[in-house]
């Protein structure tokens, strides 16, 4: 296809864009003071600041050039074959923010979403899906009506959001808003009601990577493969010598191209969500995405540091507390773990459970394994030899998340916004310009790696890096403005750039 070679091409490159672009007075989501010209745009304005965003990012890209600045500018046309099937993949993670800052820290920003998808539009594809698995606990209602989703289908389906449509975008675009997820937990904790099989299997593709999975090297221990709040018997199903399941939406596999629409955050487990981690959302069901190994580092596992005796008869108590199925019984046993698990912490321990930490050395196997597969996976469950799509890679970092994420982050003013056509290169980049060392955090590193199925062509030393249209050193991406991002407390002082740390 002439989109993934020209990919291939401009793989390297990595944008970065401030996102208010010099205008003073402006929200960091919102309308914009001023409307900014866009004649490329139904009404010929970008009257929020993510749409003013994502165009400066595009401009500074270089896409489309002969026609920049002129109604029939189509930016990702080259990218995004006409009548193509897309995917538009953001973080819908959880319907509320943990640590109560919010949801503009958490979740990739609707108006980002619309902003991206209004040029998706212009390259005018057959189909464009806005989809994810957000985590069981998600209340998705919710989620909807806090970030305003059909209303920004329904202006999408439009075309113009009411104003009369400008050239381009075809008055009438196909939209669906689609949860991936097969499991939802009727609540928040252990012993709630589960909802299951909630989307038929047939809207998913079953990969089977074995010898060649990421965590095949880890297949001796697959007995300890864990994932929090799911049943343990459930992954060894799925994971065990020689069989490395994924069930993945049918939308990703089925897309021409995929349009990565991470919000950058902090993440207990990786240290950091963004490009890589993002895609985490493909896959139906948990029990497919092994997270951690049970026990401590000392004692084969890589859950936590040490090897606490407390801490690990608190896992063997989650173990007992999810296989039994939702109700009091599970309730129990879920609360008798949360009380030993206290006692750790009243020792002096670290009371996570949950791989929490810069040890983990599982995650970032299942989230490298799902990149291989939406890169090269077919519609039969099998990988191909050469790319099956493109993945665009546009992060809404306008404000990003830092400390306990995924679901409990902090806003950063970051003020930036990121792209690339390749998702490791674009993650190295965005790990700088967080204050983090990506050599020093492993699903950056490692996904470099030569492995079968690669997902680069090149070293992270080959990355082009360009900043507000200029092209700098890689060495000299930094914070912006010296704003490092603050690690989660299992990474601090092992994810840090020296440059950050230093001062």
Same mark, same amino acid.
């Given at each position: 296809?002439?989109?993934?070679?020209?990919?291939?091409?401009?793989?390297?490159?990595?944008?970065?864009?401030?996102?208010?672009?010099?205008?003073?007075?402006?929200?960091?989501?919102?309308?914009?003071?001023?409307?900014?010209?866009?004649?490329?745009?139904?009404?010929?304005?970008?009257?929020?600041?993510?749409?003013?965003?994502?165009?400066?990012?595009?401009?500074?890209?270089?896409?489309?050039?002969?026609?920049?600045?002129?109604?029939?500018?189509?930016?990702?046309?080259?990218?995004?074959?006409?009548?193509?099937?897309?995917?538009?993949?953001?973080?819908?993670?959880?319907?509320?923010?943990?640590?109560?800052?919010?949801?503009?820290?958490?979740?990739?920003?609707?108006?980002?979403?619309?902003?991206?998808?209004?040029?998706?539009?212009?390259?005018?594809?057959?189909?464009?899906?806005?989809?994810?698995?957000?985590?069981?606990?998600?209340?998705?209602?919710?989620?909807?009506?806090?970030?305003?989703?059909?209303?920004?289908?329904?202006?999408?389906?439009?075309?113009?959001?009411?104003?009369?449509? &400008?050239?381009?975008?075809?008055? *009438?675009?196909?939209?669906?808003?689609?949860?991936?997820?097969?499991?939802?937990?009727?609540?928040?904790?252990?012993?709630?009601?589960?909802?299951?099989?909630?989307?038929?299997?047939?809207?998913?593709?079953?990969?089977?990577?074995?010898?060649?999975?990421?965590?095949?090297?880890?297949? &001796?221990?697959?007995?300890?493969?864990?994932?929090?709040?799911?049943?343990?018997?459930?992954?060894?199903?799925?994971?065990?010598? &020689?069989?490395?399941?994924?069930?993945?939406?049918?939308?990703?596999?089925?897309?021409?191209?995929?349009?990565?629409?991470?919000?950058?955050?902090?993440?207990?487990?990786?240290?950091?969500?963004?490009?890589?981690?993002?895609?985490?959302?493909?896959?139906?069901?948990?029990?497919?995405?092994?997270?951690?190994?049970?026990?401590?580092?000392?004692?084969?596992?890589?859950?936590?540091?040490?090897?606490?005796?407390?801490?690990?008869?608190?896992?063997?108590?989650?173990?007992?507390?999810?296989?039994?199925?939702?109700?009091?019984?599970?309730?129990?046993?879920?609360?008798?773990?949360?009380?030993?698990?206290?006692?750790?912490?009243?020792?002096?321990?670290?009371?996570?459970?949950?791989?929490?930490?810069?040890?983990?050395?599982?995650?970032?196997?299942?989230?490298? *394994?799902?990149?291989?597969?939406?890169?090269? &996976?077919?519609?039969?469950?099998?990988?191909?030899?050469?790319?099956?799509?493109?993945?665009?890679?546009?992060?809404?970092?306008?404000?990003?998340?830092?400390?306990?994420?995924?679901?409990?982050?902090?806003?950063?003013?970051?003020?930036?916004?990121?792209?690339?056509?390749?998702?490791?290169?674009?993650?190295?980049?965005?790990?700088?310009?967080?204050?983090?060392?990506?050599?020093?955090?492993?699903?950056?590193?490692?996904?470099?790696?030569?492995?079968?199925?690669?997902?680069?062509?090149?070293?992270?030393? *080959?990355?082009?890096?360009?900043? *507000?249209?200029?092209?700098?050193?890689?060495?000299?991406?930094?914070?912006?403005?010296?704003?490092?991002?603050?690690?989660?407390?299992?990474?601090?002082?092992?994810?840090?750039?020296?440059?950050?740390?230093?001062?």
């Amino acid at each position: 296809m002439p989109a993934i070679e020209l990919g291939e091409a401009l793989e390297r490159l990595v944008v970065v864009s401030r996102s208010h672009g010099g205008v003073p007075g402006a929200p960091a989501y919102g309308d914009l003071p001023q409307p900014v010209e866009a004649p490329e745009l139904p009404g010929g304005k970008a009257h929020t600041v993510a749409q003013a965003a994502v165009r400066r990012l595009l401009l500074d890209w270089g896409l489309d050039g002969p026609r920049l600045g002129r109604p029939g500018w189509n930016p990702l046309g080259a990218l995004i074959p006409s009548g193509a099937h897309v995917l538009i993949k953001p973080n819908w993670v959880l319907h509320s923010n943990q640590s109560g800052h919010g949801l503009e820290c958490l979740v990739t920003h609707p108006s980002f979403i619309e902003a991206v998808a209004r040029y998706v539009a212009l390259a005018r594809p057959s189909r464009l899906v806005i989809g994810d698995a957000p985590i069981q606990g998600c209340d998705f209602t919710a989620l909807r009506a806090a970030c305003g989703l059909d209303g920004m289908a329904e202006r999408l389906r439009r075309g113009a959001g009411g104003a009369p449509p &400008g050239p381009g975008p075809p008055a *009438d675009v196909p939209v669906e808003i689609l949860d991936f997820r097969r499991t939802v937990l009727m609540g928040h904790k252990l012993g709630d009601l589960k909802a299951e099989d909630l989307r038929d299997q047939k809207n998913f593709v079953l990969f089977d990577l074995g010898g060649r999975s990421l965590l095949e090297p880890l297949a &001796g221990q697959s007995r300890r493969f864990r994932v929090t709040m799911y049943n343990p018997d459930l992954l060894r199903r799925t994971h065990a010598p &020689g069989r490395h399941q994924y069930l993945v939406a049918r939308e990703a596999i089925e897309a021409d191209v995929v349009v990565n629409l991470p919000k950058l955050k902090s993440h207990k487990k990786t240290c950091i969500t963004g490009a890589l981690k993002n895609l985490i959302g493909i896959n139906g069901n948990k029990e497919y995405l092994p997270h951690h190994r049970k026990g401590g580092q000392l004692r084969g596992g890589d859950c936590y540091p040490g090897g606490s005796w407390l801490k690990g008869r608190a896992e063997d108590l989650l173990d007992l507390a999810n296989r039994r199925r939702p109700g009091m019984l599970q309730r129990l046993f879920a609360r008798a773990a949360d009380l030993v698990r206290r006692g750790a912490v009243e020792l002096g321990e670290n009371g996570d459970l949950e791989g929490s930490w810069h040890g983990n050395d599982t995650v970032w196997r299942t989230c490298l *394994d799902l990149q291989r597969i939406l890169r090269y &996976g077919r519609a039969d469950g099998t990988l191909s030899d050469s790319p099956q799509r493109l993945v665009l890679t546009i992060t809404d970092a306008i404000v990003g998340g830092e400390g306990e994420g995924p679901l409990a982050n902090t806003p950063v003013p970051s003020g930036f916004v990121a792209g690339g056509l390749n998702p490791a290169a674009v993650e190295w980049v965005q790990a700088r310009l967080m204050g983090f060392d990506p050599a020093r955090i492993a699903l950056t590193r490692e996904a470099f790696g030569a492995f079968p199925y690669p997902l680069v062509g090149f070293s992270a030393s *080959d990355i082009q890096a360009r900043q *507000d249209g200029l092209d700098v050193p890689l060495e000299k991406v930094c914070p912006l403005d010296g704003r490092a991002f603050l690690p989660p407390s299992g990474w601090r002082g092992h994810c840090e750039l020296q440059t950050a740390t230093a001062g």
